[in-house]
């Protein structure tokens, strides 16, 4: 064999050499790329199944929440007016009101009853507490009303109990800002069957809400 033509053979087994190694790299590169991308997969599904169930079971143990110690008024005015109200319910649950609703939303004030009560006719619910309920109670209490809307949430002057939620006609009293009775309240009357007029404005009222 002449020194040309051994030199041609051992450049093209270099070459060969070469492309074997750079496919092998490929091989390892899209090997691991595929792995990635299925541990990736695993992940997403895995927490889509958490959230799945967590979810699920938030509402099974919604689902299985009695409204112990609601209360129900009837025959309920609802006439506007522009003067004072004294309502029968502390704090109200329906009755006359001023023609302007309360903005829903978060207030760290007392708000007027008589535009409350328009609210509730509107559909919405009335958390309200007592003005020196615990701080951590009351950050429990905005993490339940979230970016819900439809929902006052408020402090009340002289409040009984640590808690009352309301809605048209429908008062329920709380000891405890995560008491499930809350939601579960949230979820049946929000805009529920007892609401006189359905649908109607939670904002362009009074009252500026947090946020």
């Known amino acids: ?5 051994k030199a041609r053979q051992a450049t093209a ?12 790299a490929e091989r390892n590169r899209r090997f691991a790329l595929a792995a990635g ?11 889509g199944t958490a959230i799945v169930m967590t979810a699920r079971g938030d509402q099974a143990e919604l689902d299985a929440t009695s409204l112990t110690g609601l209360k129900e008024y009837k ?11 004294t309502y029968e319910q502390t704090p109200p649950v329906g009755g006359d009101h001023n023609p302007v609703w309360l903005n ?5 004030a007392p708000v007027q009853n008589e535009n409350a009560v328009h609210a509730l006719e509107h559909g919405a619910v009335w958390i ?3 003005e020196d309920l615990p701080e951590a109670q009351v950050e429990t209490l905005k993490k339940t009303v979230g970016s819900q809307t439809y929902i006052v949430l408020s402090p009340y002057k002289d409040l009984k109990s640590p808690i009352s939620v309301q809605a048209w ?5 709380v000891d405890d800002a995560s008491d499930p ?4 309240f949230i979820k049946e009357y929000k805009q529920g069957e007892q609401t006189p007029e359905p649908g109607a404005a939670c904002t362009g009222g009074v009252g500026t809400p947090e946020g």
């Not at 064999?1 to 033509?5: E, F, G, K, Q, V």
């Not at 829903?104 to 760290?108: P, W």
């Not at 006609?169 to 009293?173: A, D, E, F, I, S």
Request: net charge positive; charged share 15%.
């Open 75 to 85: 025959d309920l005015s609802q006439n506007h007016v522009t003067t004072p109200v």
């Open 181 to 184: 009775r809350i939601n579960k």
């Open 37 to 47: 991308a299925f541990v990736i997969v695993l992940a997403v599904v895995g927490g």
């Open 169 to 173: 006609g429908l008062q329920m009293t």
């Open 13 to 24: 087994e270099k070459a060969a050499n070469l492309r074997a190694q750079q496919a092998k």
């Open 104 to 108: 829903c939303g978060v207030y760290d």
């Open 128 to 130: 309200a507490y007592q």
């Open 1 to 5: 064999m002449t020194n040309a033509r």
